[in-house]
């Protein structure tokens, strides 16, 4: 099974200052015959579910701000708030989409204003 | 607009049985794989269970199999999660999620309902 993990646990942030997020699969979740990586990040405040914002490791979801933004591949991803904003208060968490029997989340990332 | 509206949890006893209901609306619903993914309180996001758009081919988390069975009804735009043989460690709360791109069952999540407590305890 592809097991995800995510630094740091949390992170407070100054409000406009840049916030980032890491993400880590065991296994490459870069599909070769398309060369697309298997990844995407979900936004989730609290009392809230997840919400989209990232597909395909850096394709942005319609509507989602442009401050965020995702990159890597392979095994090493990271999804950046450029300018934070007191809205983008959540728990970020990476998921692979890649393997064909099951789906994994990683441990969520909390992110504060500091 | 896609809307997804949970239904059916509530306090179950250790060792009894629930069905969950996710009542899909706002696009074709068979074309679209769906999933349950569930988060224990405080807890961080599992996936438990994924279903095709024609219901053909059902997948389990481990820690659900043999217990749990995803299922749709797609002349009711609606998908169930019958769990059986409950646990304390099953407590949570339940999202149905749609897969994002037509027919793929591999896919990312584009929307997600708001959610269903279930909580197993004596």
């Known amino acids: 099974d592809i097991v995800m993990t995510q630094s740091p646990d949390s992170l407070a942030v100054s409000l406009g200052e840049r916030a980032t997020i890491n993400c880590k699969s065991s296994?490459?979740?870069?599909?070769?015959?398309?060369?697309?990586?298997?990844l995407a990040w979900y936004q989730q405040k609290p009392g809230q579910p997840p919400k989209l914002l990232i597909y395909?490791?850096?394709t942005r979801e319609s509507g989602v701000p442009d401050r965020f933004s995702g990159s890597g591949s392979g095994t090493d991803f990271t999804l950046t708030i450029s300018s934070l904003q007191a809205e983008d208060v959540a728990v970020y968490y990476c998921?692979?989409?890649?393997?064909?029997?099951?789906?994994?989340f990683g441990p969520g990332t909390k992110v504060d204003i500091k | 607009e896609v809307q997804l509206l949970e239904s059916g949890g509530g306090l179950v006893q250790p060792g009894g049985s629930l069905r969950l209901s996710c009542a899909a609306s706002?696009?074709?619903?068979?074309?679209?794989?769906m999933s349950w993914v569930r988060q224990a309180p405080g807890k961080g996001l599992e996936w438990v269970s994924a279903?095709?758009?024609?219901?053909?081919?059902?997948y389990y988390a481990d820690s659900v199999k043999g217990r749990f069975t995803i299922s749709r009804d797609n002349s009711k735009n609606t998908l169930y999660l019958q769990m059986n043989s409950l646990r304390a460690e099953d407590t949570a709360v339940y999202y149905c999620?749609?897969?994002?791109?037509?027919?793929?069952?591999?896919?990312?999540?584009?929307?997600w309902g708001q959610g269903t407590l279930v909580t197993v305890s004596s």
């Open positions: 999620a749609k897969a994002a791109e037509w027919i793929q069952l591999w896919c990312y999540f584009d929307y």
């Open positions: 279903i095709s758009g024609s219901g053909g081919s059902t």
């Open positions: 998921q692979q989409y890649y393997s064909t029997h099951l789906f994994t």
């Open positions: 706002g696009f074709t619903f068979s074309s679209y794989a």
């Open positions: 395909w490791a850096s």
């Open positions: 296994q490459s979740v870069l599909y070769s015959s398309n060369n697309k990586n298997y």
